[in-house]
């Protein structure tokens, strides 16, 4: 297993991509946000799968550039979603900054500021053939996702 163990950029620079936005919104933060009604199951799920993905994203060797091949399709797949997941970024943060613009959907992908990463992560775990991470990512992303879907049931209400 310790093979597999070291740090390479491009774990880290889709880490970024997924930082960057996020600590920008700690500044920006929606209209009428209020964490205290989140469910404390679902952010536990969530924090568990944080530290799962970031961990194994940052320190797994085989998430790494490789020459092109059949595999490479699904870092192509990865990097448009993360691609997709800045965008929805980007208008999040020209919007008037509602609860609905934070849970909104984006190309028919519903709250897609929590599905296009977590897609994005799944793709990259494949790609690096990654399996063990892929636990991690469905743990984050049953939290994850199950936050903000509740956010946007709270928004339709």
């Known amino acids: 297993m310790t093979e597999h163990?070291?740090?390479?950029?491009l774990g880290a620079l889709f880490l970024l991509?997924?930082?960057?936005?996020?600590l920008a919104w700690t500044r920006h933060r929606p209209q009428g946000y209020d964490p205290s009604r989140e469910d404390r199951r679902?952010?536990?799920l969530e924090q568990t799968g944080?530290?799962?993905v970031t961990g194994g994203t940052l320190l797994n060797r085989d998430i790494a550039w490789r020459p092109w091949s059949g595999w490479s399709w699904w870092l192509a797949g990865a990097a448009a979603l993360m691609a997709l997941y800045e965008y929805w970024?980007?208008?999040?943060f020209r919007s008037p900054r509602t609860m609905a613009d934070f849970t909104?959907?984006?190309?028919g992908i519903p709250v897609a500021g929590a599905v296009l990463p977590v897609g994005a992560f799944s793709l990259l775990a494949i790609y690096g053939r990654a399996w063990w991470l892929l636990p991690g990512i469905a743990i984050l992303g049953f939290g994850h996702i199950g936050?903000?879907?509740a956010h946007r049931k709270e928004v339709l209400a």
């Open 50 to 52: 944080q530290v799962w």
């Open 17 to 22: 991509g997924l930082t960057v936005p996020n």
């Open 5 to 9: 163990l070291g740090f390479f950029w």
């Open 104 to 107: 909104a959907g984006l190309l």
């Open 147 to 149: 936050i903000h879907l």
């Open 42 to 44: 679902l952010a536990l």
């Open 89 to 92: 970024w980007f208008r999040y």
